[in-house]
């Protein structure tokens, strides 16, 4: 990474962390203020800003609080241990990568179905562009009493709400590639008596996949969302999202914000992976990836 990347990086990082310490005194310093006038010595602004930094149970911990707590969390017990931070990320990965992988086989089937069949543009598209209208925290219970009613409990709940949330760009990020392929090269095809599968394999295909890895990503990260969402109904102990929630329940400010980072980092390394991916199977061809549409 060039010195041009990583100064731009470098410069907002600080700003967030500046933002993020302004933040916490202004959100702890009521509370900062009576625990100072409770103790009944004398104190000023000085004191006020050091108090905000090292409440136990803050409004808005700092990031050093928070840094200290992933730290421990990851250092203070073994991986496979209920308290550590890991334990609950690979919980989560699970579910997100198995709602991943379904929203991919459900978009790409459908985008595939859309394409090739007419009919199906006008009878299938608008539903599925109406299914992400509904809210996912009001679906997500729903899914999780109907599949545990059936007998499905643990990672397919989450993973069919991972899936709802992932499949969508997918979806329409897959119809527009297939719908990119130059139309003199289409007419090329035709002139050449190529079938529907022989046009689809060489031509629509490719062309399609730039903007494929583009929806992967954006999926993939929704897949994360999904996943900890799933998690949140259905009262489990491992996870995200139950990390999320026994915080919550609890008053721990700070282990929230840990798991928030540990989401955050789950997700960035999951589109890291999509990226490389991408420039593996798009950009080593002879023409860097652009096929089709002029890209």
Same mark, same amino acid.
């Given at each position: 990474?060039?010195?041009? #990347? ?18 916490? /005194? ?11 006038? #409770?103790?009944? $010595? ?8 050091? =108090?905000?930094?090292?409440?136990? #149970? ?6 050093? =609080? ?5 730290? =421990? ?16 990320? *690979? /919980?989560?990965?699970? %579910? ?65 709400? !991972? ?13 527009? *590639? ?14 050449? !008596?190529?079938?529907?599968? &022989? ?7 490719? $062309? ?20 900890? /969402? ?6 489990? &102990? ?7 929630? %026994? ?7 700070? =282990?929230?914000? %840990?798991?928030?980072?540990? $989401? ?25 990836? #652009? ?5």
């Amino acid at each position: 990474m060039t010195t041009e #990347r990583i100064l731009p990086v470098a410069v907002m990082s600080l700003a967030i962390i500046i933002l993020w310490y302004a933040g916490a /005194v202004w959100l702890n310093s009521p509370q900062a203020a009576e625990a100072l006038t #409770r103790s009944g $010595a004398d104190w000023g602004t000085g004191d006020l800003i050091r =108090q905000t930094f090292a409440m136990k #149970r803050p409004i808005l911990p700092t990031p050093d =609080q928070v840094a200290v707590d992933l730290f =421990q969390s990851l250092t203070g017990t073994p991986v496979t241990h209920i308290r550590n931070l890991l334990y609950h990320t *690979g /919980v989560t990965a699970g %579910s997100a990568l198995t709602g991943f992988a379904l929203g991919v086989v459900l978009g790409v089937g459908l985008a595939v179905g859309i394409v090739q069949v007419r009919t199906l543009e006008a009878s299938l598209l608008p539903w599925v562009i109406a299914s992400q209208t509904i809210p996912i925290l009001a679906i997500a219970p729903m899914i999780v009493v109907i599949l545990g009613n059936l007998g499905f409990t643990g990672l397919l709940p989450k993973a069919i709400i !991972s899936m709802y949330l992932c499949f969508f760009p997918i979806t329409i990020g897959m119809v527009k *590639g297939l719908r990119s392929a130059d139309p003199l090269t289409l007419d090329l095809m035709r002139t050449y !008596s190529a079938g529907n599968a &022989q046009t689809f394999r060489l031509l629509r295909l490719p $062309a399609s996949l730039p903007f494929l890895f583009t929806s992967l990503k954006v999926a993939v990260a929704a897949s994360v969302v999904g996943a900890i /969402v799933g998690e949140l109904p259905t009262g489990g &102990q491992a996870g995200l999202g139950a990390r999320l929630l %026994s915080g919550s329940y609890y008053g721990q400010t700070v =282990q929230i914000w %840990s798991a928030l980072v540990m $989401a955050a980092l789950l997700g960035v390394t999951l589109v890291a992976v999509v990226g490389l991916a991408e420039r593996a199977l798009v950009r080593s061809g002879p023409d860097g990836g #652009r096929r089709g549409g002029g890209r």
